[in-house]
Nanobody, 126 residues
Framework: DVQLVESGGGSVQAGGSLRLSCVAS????????MGWYRQAPGKEREGVAA??????MRYGQSVKGRATIVRDNDYSVTLLMKDLRPEDTATYYC??????????????????????WGHGTQVTVS
């Protein structure tokens, strides 16, 4: 099975920035899309950003202008966020799929349809 490992989470003050990294195992199809999704306690999981193998990007409305997703290589993706707000506090998950990553971010598909997930990294903004 595809394994995804996130890193970079932690505590940051409001107005600060962070970068999260995700690395996939080599059995992931190299043309898969990859994305970042987050879930706060008591809330539904929501899309943050996604990128496909062609470099097409999608961003969630709540982070537009504050987030950038970068495909470092076929198996690695980085999320850059700035001007962080307390409402950004959540567990951030990396996921991959053949093609549905962006659809989940824009809300036309459920996150439950994605093929593989990491275990998540906690981000706390205070």
């Amino acid at each position: 099975d595809v394994q995804l490992v996130e890193s970079g989470g932690g505590s940051v003050q409001a107005g600060g920035s962070l970068r999260l990294s995700c690395v996939a195992s080599s059995d992931m199809y190299r043309k898969n899309c990859m994305g970042w999704y987050r879930q706060a306690p008591g809330k539904e999981r929501e899309g943050v950003a996604a990128i496909d193998s062609n470099g097409n990007m999608r961003y969630g409305q709540s982070v537009k202008g504050r987030a950038t997703i970068v495909r470092d290589n076929d198996y690695s993706v980085t999320l850059l966020m700035k001007d962080l707000r307390p409402e950004d506090t959540a567990t951030y998950y990396c996921a991959t799929d053949l093609f549905k990553c962006g659809s989940v971010v824009v809300g036309t598909k459920s996150w439950r349809e994605l093929e593989a997930w990491g275990h998540g990294t906690q981000v706390t903004v205070s």
